[in-house]
């Protein structure tokens, strides 16, 4: 691996064992820089700290005091900040109407204050410009069903990143957005994607043809956190194969897949 990071100090909050803050964290490592890790749970936090060699603090995105007290924390231990990456999120799948207050609530706390919050604490440590990253979704560009709170507070947060971008580019700080489609190797979207049928509908929709792992978004925030995107801010940058050009699956499609998987596996079972 090469030194794209050394010398660069990181904050990557929403990491646990397998989903893409891991990866990101393990890209970051692998490339030379400090970094911390964060979320929710302490002991899901501690064990990929250990496996990574790296710092790791446990806090909740929907307390304001949790995310002061980690940023404050996290430039004391990292010696500064340059790189701060929310993958936070909250893969909510219910029909329109019946999204309950208690969902809207816990939605907007999760992937709109919390993340906002955490902007403006990461803004306020990072003095001497710097990479703010945040994991969003194909969904906050193209439709799928019974997915409303999370697609607009994930489009909701992308366009704070942009306002980010555009208040503070004089201090030398960039802000973006990468847009994952299904990641197959991530909790959130990993197990439907492990069903024959059902990749088999997202592979049709992808021009690439195959469906996103954790490493693509890795990839990307990788460079974004490296001076080669040092010209690079306020944007969206789809990690998707091409699916934008397309669309989602239906939720009946979807369903119907799973139905499918379902039946070709009692059929074998009945078979053997």
């Given at each position: 691996m090469t030194d794209r990071l050394k010398g660069k100090s990181a904050?990557?909050?929403?990491?646990?064992?397998?989903?893409?803050?891991?990866?990101?964290?393990?890209r970051y490592v692998e490339h030379g820089a400090r970094v911390l890790v964060s979320g929710r749970r302490a002991?899901?936090?501690?064990?990929?700290?250990?496996?990574?060699g790296a710092e790791w603090?446990?806090?909740?995105?929907?307390?304001?005091?949790?995310i002061n007290q980690l940023?404050?924390?996290?430039?004391?231990?990292?010696?500064?900040l340059d790189i701060g990456v929310n993958a936070t999120g909250w893969g909510l799948l219910k029909p329109f109407l019946e999204h309950?207050?208690?969902?809207?609530?816990?939605?907007?706390?999760?992937?709109?204050?919390?993340?906002f919050q955490y902007f403006q604490a990461l803004l306020r440590a990072m003095t001497s410009g710097g990479s703010i990253i945040q994991v969003s979704s194909v969904t906050a560009t193209i439709m799928f069903d019974h997915h409303a709170a999370y697609m607009g507070t994930k489009a909701g947060i992308?366009?704070?990143?942009?306002c980010i971008a555009h208040e503070f580019g004089h201090h030398r700080i960039r802000a973006n957005s990468i847009a994952p489609g299904g990641v197959a190797d991530a909790p959130m979207s990993g197990g439907g994607l492990a069903k024959p049928a059902v990749a088999e509908l997202y592979?049709?929709?992808?021009?690439l043809g195959r469906s996103g792992v954790s490493a693509d978004v890795a990839d990307a925030a990788l460079w974004l956190a490296s001076d080669e995107s040092s010209f690079v801010t306020g944007q969206v940058i789809h990690v998707s194969g091409g699916q934008t050009l397309r669309r989602n699956p239906s939720i009946s499609e979807v369903y119907g897949a799973f139905a499918a998987d379902a039946a070709t596996v009692q059929k074998s079972a009945y078979i053997g």
């Open positions: 904050l990557v909050l929403g990491v646990a064992p397998g989903n893409i803050g891991e990866a990101i964290a393990r002991d899901a936090v501690s064990t990929v700290a250990a496996a990574l603090l446990a806090c909740d995105i929907t307390s304001q005091s949790e940023v404050a924390e996290s430039e004391k231990r990292l010696g500064g309950s207050r208690e969902d809207l609530d816990m939605m907007n706390a999760l992937q709109f204050t919390g993340p992308d366009h704070v990143i942009r592979r049709r929709e992808i021009p």
